[in-house]
Nanobody, 116 residues
Framework: QVQLVESGGGLVQPGGSLRLSCAAS????????MNWYRQAPGKERELVAT????????NYADSVKGRFTISRDNAKNTVYLQMSSLKPEDTAVYYC?????????WGQGTQVIVSS
């Protein structure tokens, strides 16, 4: 049974940091591209960051470039999103996604609220 379980969300002040984790099980984690998406209230889901399967190349949305870092630990079947210099506009539900060809798995999401 495929599972992606996000954790690490919460309330943080502007300028603060959070580290999201996504623990994967039920599939060959190291073979999958891993992504973080987010969806703010009233907005469409957007791709935030991507990390490739083996060489760990990364790509980021312009809105988070230089502030967020995606990483993965294939030994622990976990992908991370380190978020720094958080802004109120980063407030959203953050989703972990695993993708390989037609296989597309999603976590349940973790809420991040950036507010003073």
């Amino acid at each position: 049974q495929v599972q992606l379980v996000e954790s690490g969300g919460g309330l943080v002040q502007p300028g603060g940091s959070l580290r999201l984790s996504c623990a994967a099980s039920g599939f060959t984690f190291s073979s999958y591209y891993m992504n973080w998406y987010r969806q703010a209230p009233g907005k469409e889901r957007e791709l935030v960051a991507t990390i490739t399967r083996y060489d760990g190349n990364t790509n980021y949305a312009d809105s988070v470039k230089g502030r967020f870092t995606i990483s993965r630990d294939n030994a622990k079947n976990t992908v991370y999103l380190q978020m720094s210099s958080l802004k109120p506009e980063d407030t959203a539900v953050y989703y972990c996604n695993a993708r390989l060809f037609s296989s597309d798995f999603w976590g349940q999401g973790t809420q991040v609220i950036v507010s003073s």
